[in-house]
């Protein structure tokens, strides 16, 4: 079954520090992975977007891994603002053949609240 | 802003009543997309339209009922729903159902809707 699970489910720092949040998947085959940000009260914004064959990927203070072997990624937050306070979201895309497009399971989300 | 937007942003209605969700998209996209999104729970994935025709219904109770007058909007009429009914409904849209893997869907803000 296709599933996309994150870790933790809640995570609570300080700001200015930095943060590691983990996603786990067993979708297969795999097209390619994403992170969204989700402010409260909004919908989900993209943050990075990685094939297989890429390992890392930044935007800024936000730094993606994928190891597609493990089926594994994280998303990095460096020096954490109270602006990060938000649900990053773990999508993975996968090709239905039958109707020729690619489709997106989505994981629950980590809830990250940076406090001052 | 995302360039989706989605009215109204908050919605309580009781279980007889009827009432329709709308979005607009001002991207000039082709696919537009509703999804659920319940309290700790991933996205589900409802319905999918790609130029103005339904190319996905992932088993969504009839009291969910889609419209697609044109690729700019769409909207989702409600009847006799249920108290577990009750969520954040967000609209996306993007340039094409997913033919491209690495496509983007753009959410807009959703609809927080309360079944009492």
């Known amino acids: 079954k296709n599933q996309v699970e994150q870790s933790p489910q809640s995570l609570i720092i300080l700001e200015g520090k930095n943060c590691t949040l983990q996603c786990n998947y067993t979708v297969s085959p795999f097209s390619n992975l994403r992170w969204y940000k989700q402010d409260t009260g909004r919908g989900p914004v993209s943050l990075t977007i990685?094939?297989?064959?890429?390992n890392t990927k930044s935007n800024g203070r936000y730094t993606a891994t994928l190891d597609a072997d493990t089926k594994q990624s994280s998303l990095h937050i460096t020096a954490s603002q109270l602006s990060d306070s938000a649900s990053y979201i773990c999508v993975v895309s996968f090709p239905v053949f039958s109707g020729g497009y690619n489709k997106l399971i989505f994981g629950a989300g980590t809830r990250l609240a940076v406090h001052p | 802003e995302t360039g989706v937007t989605q009215t109204p942003r908050h919605l309580v209605m009781g279980m007889t009543n009827k009432k329709s969700l709308k979005c607009e998209q001002h991207l000039g996209h082709n696919a537009m997309y509703w999804y659920k999104q319940s309290a700790k729970k991933p996205l589900e994935l409802m319905f999918v339209?790609?130029?103005?025709?339904?190319?996905e219904n992932n088993s969504v109770p009839s009291r969910f009922s889609p419209e697609c007058p044109n690729s700019s909007h769409l909207f989702l009429h409600l009847h006799t729903l249920q108290p577990e009914d009750s969520a954040l409904y967000l609209c996306?849209?993007?340039?094409?159902?997913?033919?491209?893997?690495?496509?983007?869907?753009?959410f807009g803000p959703g609809t927080r809707l309360t079944v009492t």
């Open positions: 990685m094939t297989f064959s890429e």
């Open positions: 996306a849209s993007s340039q094409d159902p997913g033919t491209d893997p690495s496509y983007e869907q753009y």
């Open positions: 339209y790609s130029l103005e025709e339904r190319v």
